[in-house]
């Protein structure tokens, strides 16, 4: 597979114009261009691509493939509430959500106070956010499918709500901009698999639900998706 960064032109990136009369791309991609301070690295028949992003920039990355069924991981992933991670849950052709899988770390990212009933210092340990809207059916996000061994730790996953009104701070104010009348979803269940978790909740159709996903720093596998009725 291969990877390419493109963002649109005019940007100051400098980069390679595809032009308007390219076959390759959709309506109003016709001003894309390469952007030139990505940097590739080849891993066997697959790449990485990483790059600096300037705040507020759309970027478009297109993977490029023989036919096979492939697994992308996008980062980086981010540690303020307001700023999270968006998940997109897709509905299949017979009504079925897809799974949706996320490699993340939590290295250098905050702390924050999560849902669960951990000792004090695992249970505002460091966090990253991710954001996804209920589909009106269960929902479930696992860490279950994260490695095992020498160099894994634990994770623990709050799933959380905005309350309508707040009578003042709540316990989550720390949480980042606008984050503060979150709450804690109390029909969210835990279920532990080892050292990770997997939690379910009956979703709202189109609420935004917020999921803190805490570790001390290792990398983790994430899962999300959606009953389908």
Same mark, same amino acid.
């Given at each position: 597979?291969?990877?390419?960064?493109?963002?649109?032109?005019?940007?100051?990136?400098?980069?390679?114009?595809?032009?308007?009369?390219?076959?390759?791309?959709?309506?109003?991609?016709? $001003?894309?261009?390469?952007?030139?301070?990505?940097? %590739?690295? =080849?891993?066997?028949?697959?790449?990485?691509?990483?790059?600096?992003?300037?705040?507020?920039?759309?970027?478009?990355?297109?993977?490029? #493939?023989?036919?096979?069924?492939?697994?992308?991981?996008?980062?980086?992933?981010?540690? $303020?509430?307001?700023?999270?991670?968006?998940?997109?849950?897709?509905?299949?052709?017979?009504?079925? %959500? =897809?799974?949706? +899988?996320?490699?993340?770390?939590?290295?250098?990212?905050?702390? %924050?106070? @999560?849902?669960? +009933?951990?000792?004090?210092?695992?249970?505002?340990?460091?966090?990253?956010?991710?954001?996804?809207? @209920?589909?009106?059916?269960?929902?479930? /996000?696992?860490?279950? #499918?994260?490695?095992?061994?020498?160099?894994?730790?634990?994770?623990?996953?709050?799933?959380?709500?905005?309350?309508?009104?707040?009578?003042?701070?709540?316990?989550?104010?720390?949480?980042?901009? #606008?984050?503060?009348?979150?709450?804690?979803?109390?029909? =969210?269940?835990?279920?532990?698999?080892?050292?990770?978790?997997?939690?379910?909740?009956?979703?709202?159709? +189109?609420? /935004? %639900?917020?999921?803190?996903?805490?570790?001390?720093?290792?990398?983790?596998?994430?899962?999300?998706?959606?009953?389908?009725?």
């Amino acid at each position: 597979s291969m990877v390419s960064v493109f963002t649109f032109g005019g940007s100051g990136s400098g980069g390679m114009s595809i032009g308007i009369d390219s076959p390759d791309f959709g309506k109003g991609c016709s $001003n894309l261009e390469c952007l030139e301070s990505a940097e %590739y690295t =080849a891993c066997g028949i697959h790449h990485s691509v990483s790059w600096i992003s300037k705040e507020w920039e759309t970027y478009f990355v297109m993977v490029q #493939d023989l036919g096979s069924v492939f697994d992308v991981e996008i980062g980086s992933f981010d540690d $303020n509430c307001n700023d999270a991670t968006r998940v997109e849950l897709r509905q299949l052709d017979g009504g079925q %959500y =897809a799974i949706s +899988n996320i490699i993340a770390s939590t290295e250098g990212a905050d702390s %924050y106070l @999560g849902c669960h +009933n951990e000792p004090i210092g695992l249970q505002d340990a460091r966090g990253v956010w991710f954001s996804l809207e @209920g589909t009106g059916h269960e929902m479930l /996000v696992s860490t279950c #499918d994260s490695a095992v061994d020498m160099l894994s730790t634990p994770t623990w996953i709050s799933v959380f709500e905005f309350e309508e009104s707040t009578d003042g701070p709540t316990p989550h104010t720390v949480m980042g901009r #606008d984050c503060s009348s979150l709450t804690c979803m109390e029909s =969210a269940m835990t279920t532990s698999c080892g050292m990770h978790k997997t939690v379910t909740w009956p979703s709202q159709r +189109n609420k /935004v %639900y917020h999921v803190l996903v805490q570790s001390a720093g290792s990398e983790f596998n994430m899962k999300f998706t959606s009953a389908s009725q």
